[in-house]
């Protein structure tokens, strides 16, 4: 029987909640699919923090970098906002994902037939929308240097090299002619140096890919373009922090934050994770919803261990969980049967596994 280790990083707020959830329909469904999951937890983040110090603890780096995937909930909270900033949970996020040499974020946008009542847009103008940001993930402003904060002062500065556009972009090509064959690569060009640079590497990859249609959006635009008619949407590729904030508008398009998986990839372990924060408003309330990173744990079975069918499986309950009208308390108010708890709609998906 295959055996794969996957390290977990439960982290802060609603973290613990929703990566128990994803645990208990992975377990679910490498029984049917007949394979086994062997977990190792590590710490990350403010409960990180109080346990050792540091968000970033070097065994978590080595412990993930030795495993086959990892799976993460979220980190941060009020309790640590005030600390330096290089010892706060949001550091210890950007180190990891620098660490991992994860560039390329991908966060699906995909509405379901079961929840097109869920979004605040009319069901015609979101029925059938299925959107892939490409998000570059460590590189850009989150990163760049110089950066500093004297009280009088503060600045933050916005980088991108060449290679690092071209790798991002290369990605997104590729998931271009595997969809739509549609990329729309969204910068502030009339504004920033860097996006100019961004648009030009786009133009020049788009030679390599002559099937795929590459159009350019500046980032204002493209944030009422998405809740206006995100339909026009096929792949979506840009940097850090417009990727940050569109696809958390993405998720309203959708029905809930709650809702949206992603992946964390690049040359070495990939870490799947909700794009969601850690919730500090809705935590230990049994109310937040699971699905996003039960979701980001089909991912990872599809991408990062091939066991295709079993995320598969996973996809298909979520669908017919949904369908069946069983509503965390986010979309309670969209054709509701039944109001569960976090804990509830994991069993209940594990159950459709079965
Ligand atoms: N990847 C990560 O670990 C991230 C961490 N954060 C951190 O999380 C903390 C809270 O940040 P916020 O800006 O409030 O963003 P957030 O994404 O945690 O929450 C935003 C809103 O969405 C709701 N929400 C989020 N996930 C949900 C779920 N699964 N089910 C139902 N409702 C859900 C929350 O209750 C809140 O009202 C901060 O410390 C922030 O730095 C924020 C984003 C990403
Ligand atoms: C908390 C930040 C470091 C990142 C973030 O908001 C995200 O990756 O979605
Ligand atoms: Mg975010």
């Known amino acids: 029987m295959k055996r794969y280790n996957i390290s977990l990083i439960k982290g802060d707020g609603i973290g613990p909640e929703i990566v128990d959830e994803a645990v208990k329909v992975l377990d679910t469904v490498a029984g049917a699919c007949s394979f086994t999951l062997d977990y190792k937890e590590y710490l990350m983040g403010g409960i990180a923090i109080d346990e050792t110090g540091v968000p970033l603890p070097t065994e978590t780096v080595e412990g993930v970098l030795k495993s086959d995937a990892c799976l993460f909930g979220a980190i941060g909270g009020e309790k640590w906002d005030t600390l330096p900033r290089d010892l706060r949970p949001e550091t210890g996020l950007l180190k990891f994902r620098e660490e991992m040499g994860v560039y390329a974020n991908l966060r699906p946008a995909i509405v379901y037939d079961e929840l097109v009542n869920a979004s605040t847009l009319k ?45 991002i972009g290369k990605q997104a090509f590729e998931f271009a002619m595997k969809r739509d064959k549609r990329v729309c690569s969204v910068d502030k060009a009339n504004v920033l140096e860097v996006s100019q640079l961004w648009r030009d590497t786009m133009e020049e990859i788009a030679k390599d890919y002559p099937a795929v249609e590459l159009t350019h959006m500046y980032v204002d ?16 590729v840009t940097g850090n922090i417009f990727g940050d904030i569109l696809s958390d508008t993405a998720s309203m398009v959708v029905g809930s934050i709650g809702l949206l998986p992603s992946a964390s990839t690049g040359d070495k372990t990939a870490i799947y994770e909700p794009i969601h924060g850690s919730a500090p408003d809705i935590a230990g309330q049994g109310i937040a919803n699971p699905i996003a990173t039960i979701e ?18 996973i996809e298909t309950a979520i669908r017919n969980v949904l369908k069946d009208g069983y509503r965390t308390k986010d979309l309670a108010a969209y054709d509701a049967k039944e109001v569960v708890t976090t804990a509830e709609m994991g069993d209940i998906i594990a159950n459709y596994i079965k």
């Open 123 to 167: 069901p015609e103008v979101i029925e059938g929308c299925d959107i892939m940001v490409v998000r570059e993930l460590i590189g850009g402003i989150y990163f760049g240097q110089p950066r500093a904060n004297d009280g009088q002062k503060a600045y933050n500065t916005m980088v991108y090299t060449k290679p690092e556009i071209e790798r």
């Open 221 to 236: 635009n493209a944030a009422m373009q998405l809740v206006r008619n995100p339909k026009q949407f096929d792949v979506i």
């Open 296 to 313: 980001s744990a089909a991912m990872m079975l599809r991408y990062s261990l091939g066991e295709v069918e079993a995320a598969s499986k």
